[in-house]
């Protein structure tokens, strides 16, 4: 039974606070990352850095490092269901993007075409037109 | 007791309960259960969170408007309040495994008092919002040259969505760990027996990274 062996094993409080200090790091570094333009990567660098400090978490404050293997399996499943729910679902619905863009197509009343949205009389264009947001109109 | 308890608690370590055939054994299942649970709360949240990046793929413009009237201050400052909480909260489960009666009730203290930090801080936000007419539905105003207010409205309804729904999951933790704490007090636990403290931080810790998450894509989307 190996799992007797690792049951036993518990972080220490040095641990805790080296673990607390590097999401100290992360957040401020995730503060700092935003306010600069990595145009689409800012997105990429936001949810790494929120994964890593996920990750740094899940091993030692809740302990699965320590666990079992079956454990380890349980925390592992919830996040793979998770991506399975939203990469499933934007297949979805970003493939009707294209379809909601397509002027030609009569929409139910309430249902406007995306470009919609920015596109309104008089309002300043430059400052929030990114150049990932345009490339991701485009598609 | 029953005979048959009577013969297991005989034969077994009285801290472990008769359905498990040692110690390491029922910690596992504890743990086991606490995390079937959690992983149900994932994908709980999870909807959310798919919520989210549909309209914000749908509406990108209209969310970095929305988030530019999220102060960072506030986001930034309860990140690190729920990011303290956790290393109390681990410290608490640290001395409740060593028999550290007096630690663990300080912890578990303090691990009380920085959630309701957390929860003060999001009264004053969601004030502000109140003031600023940016609750959806409850009149509505968008001022701002950027964003078309319908959809500005559409994230603003996740942010109170899930901060909401975030804030309730610190609130029942805040009624979870007050019990604890007076049980910590009489001395109910010591390393022979500490499951609940255990299993509280597991959803304690649980709350940390929805929020870990939360503050990036709501409070700092398009801030270059």
């Known amino acids: 039974m190996e799992h007797v062996h690792v049951a ?4 220490t409080p040095k641990l805790y606070l080296a673990v607390f200090a590097a999401l100290m790091v992360f957040t401020l570094l995730t503060i700092a990352a935003a306010f600069q333009n990595f145009g689409v ?14 990750t740094l978490v899940v091993l030692f404050f809740m302990h699965v490092k320590y666990g079992s293997r079956l454990t380890k399996i349980f925390a592992v499943t919830g996040f793979l ?8 679902t934007l297949s979805d619905t970003e493939a009707r993007r294209h379809l909601r863009q397509e002027k030609s197509v009569q929409w ?4 406007a075409p995306l470009p919609a949205e920015v ?21 | 007791m029953s005979e048959q308890a009577h013969i297991s608690a005989a034969h077994h370590d009285p801290f472990v309960a008769h359905q498990f055939d040692d110690r390491a054994q029922q910690t596992e299942a504890v743990s086991l259960g606490m995390w079937a649970f959690l992983v149900q709360e994932i994908l709980f949240f999870g909807g959310l969170f798919t919520g989210y990046t549909v309209y914000r793929s749908y509406y990108p413009d209209a969310f970095i408007a929305g988030s530019h009237h999220l102060d960072i201050f506030y986001g930034g400052f309860n990140t690190i309040v729920l990011i303290a909480s956790s290393l109390t909260m681990a ?4 001395a409740a495994q060593n028999s550290k009666k007096n630690q663990l009730v300080l912890f578990l203290i303090l691990t009380l008092i920085l959630g309701l930090i957390f929860l003060g801080v999001k009264v004053i936000e969601y004030t502000d919002k109140f003031n600023h007419h940016l609750v959806p539905g409850w ?13 500005v409205q559409i994230f603003y309804s996740f942010y109170f969505a899930m901060t909401g729904m975030h804030a309730l999951h610190m609130i029942i933790g805040a009624a979870i760990i007050t019990p604890l704490i007076i049980m910590a007090m009489r001395g109910k636990f010591h390393k022979d027996y500490y499951a609940p403290i255990e299993v ?13 998450f939360l503050f990036p894509l709501l409070y700092l989307i398009g801030r270059h």
């Open chain 1, 8 to 11: 036993h094993a518990h972080p």
């Open chain 1, 41 to 54: 990567l800012n997105n990429v660098i936001a949810l790494a850095i929120a994964g890593i400090k996920t």
């Open chain 1, 81 to 88: 269901w998770l991506s399975i729910l939203i990469s499933f």
């Open chain 1, 108 to 111: 139910p009343s309430g249902w």
């Open chain 1, 119 to 139: 596109k309104e009389p008089g309002a300043p264009s430059a400052e929030h037109g990114e150049p990932h947001e345009q490339a991701a109109e485009r598609h």
């Open chain 2, 91 to 94: 410290m608490a489960v640290w």
């Open chain 2, 139 to 151: 009149d509505f105003q968008w001022t701002e040259p950027h964003g078309h207010p319908k959809y």
């Open chain 2, 200 to 212: 509280f931080g597991l959803y304690w810790h649980f709350v940390d990274i929805v929020w870990i």
